[in-house]
């Protein structure tokens, strides 16, 4: 069940980074690929970080979706399906940084 509940959270990491490489920020893009390595290790705090980048990783999405209509709209273009993705995405990613949280299961131990 550990690695199940992390696997979306993998997924949001690599797409962010993804969406990082593309606008040539690759400082950010190693940092995503440097909190594969926390995301599997089982401490809460080491969770808190990946979970927060993640939250952090939806708000970009939404600021780019924002930005996307915005330069849509400017050259009179469709924009409905730039949102419809972008908002997937977004909700994908704020979906796995929810299910990073700790557990009743987890808060016994």
Same mark, same amino acid.
């Given at each position: 069940?550990?690695?199940?509940?992390? $696997? /979306?959270?993998?997924?949001?990491? +690599?797409? %962010? #980074? @993804?969406?990082?490489?593309?606008?040539? &920020?690759?400082?950010?893009?190693?940092?995503?690929?440097? $909190?594969?390595?926390? +995301?599997?290790? /089982?401490? /809460?705090?080491?969770?808190? =970080?990946?979970?927060?980048?993640?939250?952090?990783?939806?708000?970009?999405?939404?600021? =780019?979706? @924002?930005? #996307?209509?915005?330069?849509?709209?400017?050259?009179? &273009? /469709?924009? $409905?399906?730039? @949102? $419809?993705?972008? #908002?997937?995405?977004?909700?994908? =990613? @704020?979906?796995?940084?929810?299910? %990073?949280?700790?557990? !009743? =299961?987890? &808060? !016994?131990?």
């Amino acid at each position: 069940m550990f690695a199940v509940r992390r $696997l /979306p959270a993998l997924f949001a990491l +690599l797409m %962010l #980074g @993804a969406h990082f490489l593309r606008s040539g &920020e690759l400082l950010l893009v190693l940092l995503c690929l440097a $909190l594969l390595v926390p +995301l599997f290790i /089982p401490r /809460p705090a080491a969770q808190a =970080t990946v979970r927060w980048v993640l939250a952090f990783g939806a708000l970009v999405w939404l600021w =780019t979706l @924002a930005q #996307g209509i915005r330069q849509r709209l400017a050259f009179d &273009e /469709p924009w $409905l399906r730039l @949102a $419809l993705i972008l #908002g997937a995405v977004a909700a994908f =990613t @704020a979906w796995a940084a929810w299910l %990073l949280r700790r557990g !009743k =299961t987890e &808060e !016994k131990r």
